[in-house]
């Protein structure tokens, strides 16, 4: 009984917090439903949407077996690095991609892999005639999803690998496990655990691919549901359509993720004394090569994109840019939002992370146990894939129905925005968060330490850093994406990354890469921030 | 909440009551009202000679301010819309929601003749194909050039399904190509770059060098060379005509203040208005200037010819005629 009231407060705050999100997509469902009846016509499938929708599945599929199926090498040969010169800002840049609006990174990837890039330049160096294989198609998509999602994913699987106990190490070198075998039985274990998670969330951002698919597909062959739905919306103004789109991506991707997990074990985490890791397979030269090699490469292919936005961004009149006001106005705009919606995501998700370990200590087993822990773990994350001006519509018609729902904007922003970052932040907390339980479960059960004590003593001290890490990422995803209020009117709420597109809509590009210069070096400073921020203390350990 | 919607709502009522004079609402796309765009100098102007408050609200685009018109319905808070083009009118006709301008159009300075009861033009651009003078030695003379040309020599388009230049330049290649422009279309595809998703990321793609040419309009080449003093790019004049894009204003039924909004589409045909035009949004303007345009927009492309569709006749064919580019651009 004592265990059952213990853990009814955590199953509550899951709920209220699925409730919410629930809300948020079944209301924009719903309004557009509502309105799609109201309109005339309309609502058909054809032709055209099965092969919008075989391509959106084959490139995403590519995608993710590409960036997570490359990410692991570079993981394991960081992880296995635990120091080399440039290895903390390194992972630092590894959170920017995402962070920046995604025409901007376009324009990035295109100064190095372009038809004039640097790639084609040094080529031509290297041989007289070689040409630079047209990037446009599939290969265009393929390159920008593996250069967003990558870094995403070697990012967190990292942390899986370093979250594997000295006391496993101590055992590998005693029993003398060369490389493949620690891989065999350490890493792989502790990566597989992660892998679904993860490789769900990358596939998920490939599915919702708008701007990348578009501008480097080379044409409308390459079109996603995305794309469609982007399309119903807009000048075929056909909200039946736009619901059916967006049920059919929610659907596909509900699914594809449910077999993902089928496929996986559980995760196993055993309870560790925090030993320190020492790790038997890194003195020898091949390994150290090796790793040096896949370092540098995934380094490269990561930087030089931000570089030669730094190149663009030195013919951007930056004191100028410093002296408009309306730029620190967007600057203010966008820490307010950032701010507000990490702190309401990363609530979110503590709430479900809480909830769904209280559910799995209740005793007995139940549909709806098993139903309420999956959509904890992973429910949330499927509003990755409702497009920004669907949310956005829908909710405008749901408070214009209301009377006064303008006034409301900024509250649909910082809502969408903050939901929008939640499957990264669980996926940050998720693992931190288990291996926490497993390390305290026990013993404060048995200390009958429990609530507020239990997390200032036992939880919050190592769980600090994740929670650090994904305050930094949280809110440098939210900076101030408005696809969701642009039928808002919304003109007070200027963003840094509304600013750059504003400015590249009207011919100022040098401007506009100047501010995306400002909002990249911004996120680094929120990241180390938050990292100095939440370091661990020494004497934890 | 409720009772945060109910302060709103009072705090707004308050704030209309303590305003004794009228306010104009304006819905028109944000560009407009950037602090380089020309809402805020055109607020001022209107503002000094009514007597009145002229409040802009910012919606994405011309599309998006359509749809959110669909979306409100006679409920809509605005007493104009501003930024629609003529792709778009006759969809907004349809909808009932606007009323006769009144206004006297004959003045116009438009390359067509303007009979709209309900829709005001305030600038017009034609479409064009801008090229980079220091890499296309001999830039197309004409569409069928374009179409039949050297296909290492690329260009960017916009897509036609989210696009108002892609909608414009897929208008401009049927009313050329009539019947055949699926056939021309698949002529073309060699050349094309890349279809992006707005013109924001096709003219980014084509001032970084990617493509030599990029689908724009007539007047882009004189904000590079005003604002950049830049005669790197130019327009490409191509016989068989240039397709025009025309910007309207009009205003709604439900208008709470019905004088102030006529008042407002009259004040728009004047140089009040007018004077902010050419170097704030980049277009030529349709009425008359207090002073002469500058130079550099006499040294643009004039187009021998004008192409345009019908309003009604695009709302019929729009559908059918991206299904066609879609094939073509597809197989």
Not at chain 1, 56 to 84: E, K, N
Not at chain 1, 363 to 380: E, L, N, R, V, Y
Request: with cysteine; net charge positive.
């Amino acid at each position: 009984m004592a265990t059952r009231s213990r853990n009814l407060p955590a199953i509550l705050a899951g709920s209220i917090g699925l409730a919410g999100l629930a809300t948020v997509m079944a209301g924009a469902l719903v309004a557009l439903t509502l309105t799609a009846v109201a309109t005339p016509g309309g609502g058909s499938w054809d032709d055209y949407l099965w092969r919008v929708v075989r391509f959106t599945l084959w490139q995403a599929v590519l995608s993710t077996v590409l960036s997570v199926g490359l990410a692991i090498p570079v993981a394991r040969a960081i992880a296995r690095r635990r120091v080399f010169p440039g290895r903390g800002p390194l992972l630092r840049l590894f959170a920017l991609p995402l962070a920046l609006p995604a025409l901007v990174v376009v324009l990035g990837i295109v100064d190095v892999w372009g038809r004039h890039g640097w790639a084609a330049k040094g080529l031509a160096l290297l041989v007289d005639d070689g040409s630079m294989p047209n990037i446009y198609g599939l290969t265009g998509i393929l390159l920008a999803h593996v250069f967003f999602n990558l870094p995403l994913a070697a990012r967190l699987m990292i942390m899986h690998l370093e979250r594997i106990p000295g006391e496993n190490w101590r055992l590998a070198s005693q029993l003398g496990m060369g490389a493949g075998a620690i891989f065999r039985f350490i890493e792989w274990p502790a990566l597989r655990a992660g892998l679904p998670g993860i490789a769900g969330l990358v596939f998920m951002l490939c599915i919702a691919s708008f701007t990348v698919v578009l501008t480097l597909g080379g044409g409308p062959a390459a079109t996603t549901i995305e794309v469609a739905i982007y399309q119903a919306l807009r000048f075929d103004f056909d909200p039946g359509r736009a619901v059916i789109l967006a049920l059919v991506q929610l659907g596909m991707t509900a699914v594809l993720i449910a077999l993902g997990m089928r496929l996986t074990m559980p995760a196993v985490t055993t309870p560790s004394l925090n030993r320190p890791i020492l790790r038997p397979d890194c003195a020898k030269l091949a390994g150290r090569v090796g790793d040096g090699m896949v370092i540098a490469l995934a380094a490269l292919f990561i930087v030089l994109p931000l570089i030669a936005l730094t190149v663009s961004a030195t013919a951007a009149p930056m004191g100028k840019l410093l002296g408009e006001a309306i730029v620190w106005q967007a600057i203010l705009t966008s820490l307010a939002i950032g701010a507000t919606a990490a702190v309401l995501c990363i609530t979110l998700a503590w709430s479900l992370l809480i909830a769904a370990h209280a559910a799995k200590r209740m005793p007995g087993t139940s549909w709806w146990k098993a139903g309420f822990i999956m959509a904890c773990g992973s429910g949330g994350s499927l509003i990755l894939v409702m497009p920004p001006i669907f949310l956005g519509a829908g909710w405008f018609v749901l408070l214009h129905g209301l009377g006064e729902g303008f006034a409301l904007a900024p509250a649909v922003v910082v809502t969408i925005n903050g939901l929008m970052a939640l499957p990264y932040t669980l996926r940050i907390l998720g693992p931190a968060h288990a291996s926490a339980a497993a390390d305290h479960d026990r013993l404060c059960d048995s200390l009958g330490i429990s609530g507020w004590n239990r997390w200032r003593l036992a939880d919050w001290p190592v769980l600090r850093p994740a929670f650090g890490l994904a305050f930094a990422f949280a809110m440098a995803l939210s900076l101030g994406d408005l696809g969701a209020v642009a039928l808002f009117g919304s003109e007070d709420l200027t963003t840094l990354p509304l600013l750059i597109l504003q400015r590249m809509g009207s011919y100022r590009t040098a401007d506009a890469a100047g501010l995306a210069f400002m909002l990249a070096i911004f996120c680094l400073i929120l990241i180390i921030g938050a990292e100095r921020a939440t370091a661990k203390t020494d004497n934890g350990r | 909440m409720r009772n945060l919607v109910a302060t709103v709502s009072m705090f707004l009522a308050l704030a209309g009551t303590a305003k004794a004079a009228e306010t104009l609402n304006i819905y028109t796309y944000e560009s407009f009202i950037t602090e380089w765009g020309p809402g805020p100098a055109i607020k001022t102007a209107f503002e000094a000679e009514c007597g009145c408050t002229l409040n802009w609200v910012g919606i994405q685009d011309g599309v998006a301010i359509l749809n959110r018109l669909k979306l409100e319905g006679a409920s809509a808070k605005a007493d104009i819309v501003l930024g629609l083009d003529t792709n778009l009118t006759n969809e907004a006709r349809t909808t009932g929601l606007f009323a006769g301008h009144g206004t006297d159009t004959s003045k116009l300075t438009l390359p067509i003749n303007w009979n709209d009861d309900v829709f005001v033009p305030y600038d017009y651009a034609h479409f064009a194909v801008i090229y980079d003078r220091d890499k296309v030695a001999n830039p197309p003379t004409s569409l069928k050039e374009l179409v039949e040309g050297d296909s290492s020599q690329k260009i960017v388009l916009q897509d036609p399904r989210t696009s108002t230049p892609g909608l414009g330049f897929l208008l401009w290649m049927k009313s050329v190509y009539g019947d055949k422009a699926g056939e021309a279309w698949a002529k073309l595809r060699p050349r094309i770059l890349t279809v992006t998703p707005g013109w924001s990321e096709a003219y980014g793609l084509f001032t970084k060098g990617e493509a030599e040419m990029v689908l724009s309009y007539t007047t882009s080449p004189a904000y590079h060379r005003i604002a950049e003093k830049s005669e790197k790019y130019a327009a490409a004049s191509f016989d068989e005509g240039h397709y025009l894009q025309v910007e309207v204003a009009a205003m709604l039924k439900a208008s709470p203040n019905p004088a102030l909004a006529r008042k407002f589409l009259a004040f728009m045909t004047g140089p009040g208005f007018q004077d902010h035009i050419p170097t704030n949004n980049w277009m030529f303007p349709a009425g008359a200037l207090s002073a002469p345009l500058p130079a550099e927009f006499g040294k643009l492309v004039k187009p021998s010819k004008t192409l345009l569709y019908s309003p009604a006749m695009v709302a019929k064919n729009r559908r059918a005629w991206v299904d066609e580019w879609q094939e073509a651009m597809s197989k």
